[in-house]
C-alpha cells in the first residue's frame, strides 16, 4: 500500500461521506464521554437508548452525582457490565468537578486518568468533541486497516500510529470515523460485502468475498 494508494481510498470514503460522525447521540462533550463509556462491548443502538432517558434527568457531572450509582444503574441496566460502568462515570463525575470545574478536559493524559477511560475512549473524545486529528482504533478500525493494507499491526495502538504516520493530513480528522463506519457496514468481520465497497478496487485484501 503506497501513499497515492491510501490518499485515493480516503477520498473515495469523503466522496461517500463527506461528514462523517459518531453514531452515538450527545449534546455536550460530557454527555458523549459518559456514552463512551457506556458503549464498551455495547452497541450504540443500545447506549442510545438507554440515554435517551437519562440525559433529560442528568446530563452534567453535578446531576449524575445527584442520580447517584443506583439511580443511574436504573437507567442503564440493559447495557452490559452496567455495575462496574455506574461506578466508574459516577467516580469520573467526582474528578471532574473537583479537578476540572466540571468540564471534560481537553488533554490526554487527565482524560486517560479517569475511570473507565483507557487510550481508546480518550482518542474518541478528543477527535469527536474537540475536533482533534486522533484516529480510536477499535475492533472495526484495527480490521480495515489490516484488511486493507491501509496500516498492519499486531496491537490497537501499533495500528493507530501508522494510521497517524500514513493518512494524509487532510484526511486525519475524519478518518476514525469513515474507517470505524466501513467496518460497521461494509468491511464486516465474518463474510465483508466487497460488492458493496467504494474502495474494492483499491482495497489489497487477498481474500475479497462477492454475492
Request: aromatic share 6%; charged share 25%.
Amino acid at each position: 500500500m503506497n501513499n497515492k494508494k491510501r490518499a485515493q481510498i480516503f477520498a473515495r470514503l469523503r466522496e461517500h461521506d463527506p461528514q462523517p460522525t459518531t453514531e452515538l447521540r450527545y449534546a455536550s462533550p460530557f454527555e458523549l464521554l459518559v456514552s463512551v463509556i457506556l458503549s464498551a462491548q455495547a452497541t450504540d443502538v443500545s447506549v442510545n437508548k438507554a440515554t435517551a432517558d437519562l440525559y433529560v434527568k442528568a446530563n452534567t457531572p453535578q446531576a449524575m452525582l445527584k442520580l447517584g450509582e443506583a439511580g443511574l444503574k436504573r437507567h442503564i441496566k440493559s447495557i452490559g457490565l452496567f455495575n462496574s460502568k455506574a461506578k466508574n462515570i459516577i467516580k469520573t463525575c467526582r474528578i471532574l468537578i473537583d479537578q476540572h470545574v466540571g468540564k471534560v478536559p481537553r488533554d490526554r493524559a487527565a482524560l486517560e486518568a479517569l475511570p473507565g477511560v483507557g487510550r481508546k475512549t480518550a482518542n474518541v473524545i478528543l477527535n469527536t468533541a474537540f475536533g482533534e486529528p486522533t484516529i480510536a482504533v477499535d475492533t472495526h478500525i484495527f480490521r480495515v486497516a489490516n484488511r486493507t493494507r491501509l496500516a498492519q499491526g499486531k496491537t490497537p495502538l501499533a495500528v493507530e500510529k501508522q494510521l497517524l504516520k500514513n493518512t494524509p493530513e487532510e484526511y486525519r480528522k475524519n478518518a476514525h470515523h469513515w474507517l470505524i463506519l466501513h467496518g460497521r457496514y461494509i468491511c464486516v468481520a465474518r463474510k465483508p460485502r466487497c460488492e458493496a465497497c467504494v474502495v474494492e478496487d483499491l482495497c489489497e485484501f487477498r481474500n475479497k468475498v462477492y454475492e
